[in-house]
T-cell receptor, first 110, second 113 residues
Framework: GQSLEQPSEVTAVEGAIVQINCTYQ??????LSWYQQHDGGAPTFLSY????GLEETGRFSSFLSRSDSYGYLLLQELQMKDSASYFC???????????FGPGTRLSVLP | DGGITQSPKYLFRKEGQNVTLSCEQN?????MYWYRQDPGQGLRLIYY???????QKGDIAEGYSVSREKKESFPLTVTSAQKNPTAFYLC????????????FGQGTRLTVV
């Protein structure tokens, strides 16, 4: 079976830094992605890690440790518009499908 | 503009009826996926297709059916056998040879009345 775990909710204030963790146990692993979803909307792609280490894209960074089956999304200089749900997703193998985590609801307070 | 289009945005179904959700993409993607999302939950895979005329069951395929007769289209039928069909349905697509990123449609919210 496939299992991904994330915290259900995180709250932070504008301008702060927040880290959303994801641990996974899957039958295969090719890479870890992160998606953002605003209420009622479509998930949008944020980042992808296939190798260990940190990937930086503007205010967002994503980290992967394959040996620990663990990754995180780091959001810096939080803005109100960052309030959304964030999902990690494992690409099981090349040419196969994605398995999504349960999602973390981020609330950014003024 | 390239993208992935789902229709309708809202759909109401009577119990015992089949209903088909449309998903069309003009991104020239080989792979297409259907996910179901319940309130406050993650995305669960219903079916996926890596190539025309071929598709695979996901984790919750019971009560659903799909077809992939054209590369651009991947319709999902919710049958009367699906006991709890009220949910938000998301279609996605990705490149076969570089499918690290999935592109999602805006979703269809299905309600059984």
């Amino acid at each position: 079976g496939q299992s991904l775990e994330q915290p259900s909710e995180v709250t932070a204030v504008e301008g702060a830094i927040v880290q959303i963790n994801c641990t996974y146990q899957t039958s295969g692993f090719y890479g870890l992605s992160w998606y953002q979803q605003h209420d009622g909307g479509a998930p949008t792609f944020l980042s992808y890690n296939a190798l260990d280490g940190l990937e930086e894209t503007g205010r967002f960074s994503s980290f992967l440790s394959r040996s620990d089956s663990y990754g995180y999304l780091l959001l810096q200089e939080l803005q109100m518009k960052d309030s959304a749900s964030y999902f990690c997703a494992v690409l099981l193998s090349y040419g196969q499908n994605f398995v999504f985590g349960p999602g973390t609801r981020l609330s950014v307070l003024p | 503009d390239g993208g992935i289009t789902q229709s309708p945005k809202y759909l109401f179904r009577k119990e015992g009826q089949n209903v088909t959700l449309s998903c069309e993409q003009n991104l020239n993607h080989d792979a297409m996926y259907w996910y179901r999302q319940d309130p406050g939950q993650g995305l669960r895979l219903i079916y996926y297709s890596q190539i025309v005329n071929d598709f695979q069951k996901g984790d919750i395929a019971e009560g659903y059916s799909v077809s992939r007769e054209k590369k651009e289209s991947f319709p999902l039928t919710v049958t009367s056998a699906q006991k709890n069909p009220t949910a938000f349905y998301l279609c996605a697509s990705s490149l076969q040879n570089s499918n690290t990123e999935a592109f999602f449609g805006q979703g269809t919210r299905l309600t059984v009345v």
